[in-house]
Nanobody, 115 residues
Framework: QVQLEESGGGLVQAGGSLRLSCAAS????????MGWYRQAPGKQRELVAT???????NYADSVKGRFTISRDNAKNTVYLQMNSLKPEDTAIYYC?????????WGQGTQVTVSS
């Protein structure tokens, strides 16, 4: 029903920046929130940041002050600007959309931060 296309991952040095993008197919009608989650090897998937239709944002404590989530309604896209990246940010980042109570996930994009 909803397909998410992620982009923007890559390899950067500690202290560098990346911007992730996630474009959602279809109408935004019914979407309650969009967000980013990440999963490191051997770890559970964790919330990174979310943004609601009312533009209320929520961040994990570990990324607060470094990451910024935003939306572009015209492009039906959610972004994650990641600054001051740390090696512990290394993970596969997944875009998430909650629409009518159901979760939809992107394919994931690899972010690797070298020390």
């Amino acid at each position: 029903q909803v397909q998410l296309e992620e982009s923007g991952g890559g390899l950067v040095q500690a202290g560098g920046s990346l911007r992730l993008s996630c474009a959602a197919s279809g109408s935004r009608f019914g979407i309650n929130a969009m967000g980013w989650y990440r999963q490191a090897p051997g770890k559970q998937r964790e919330l990174v940041a979310t943004i609601t239709i009312a533009y209320s944002t929520n961040y994990a404590d570990s990324v607060k002050g470094r990451f910024t989530i935003s939306r572009d309604n015209a492009k039906n896209t959610v972004y994650l600007q990641m600054n001051s990246l740390k090696p512990e940010d290394t993970a596969i980042y997944y875009c998430n959309v909650r629409k009518w109570g159901d979760d939809y996930w992107g394919q994931g994009t690899q972010v690797t931060v070298s020390s």
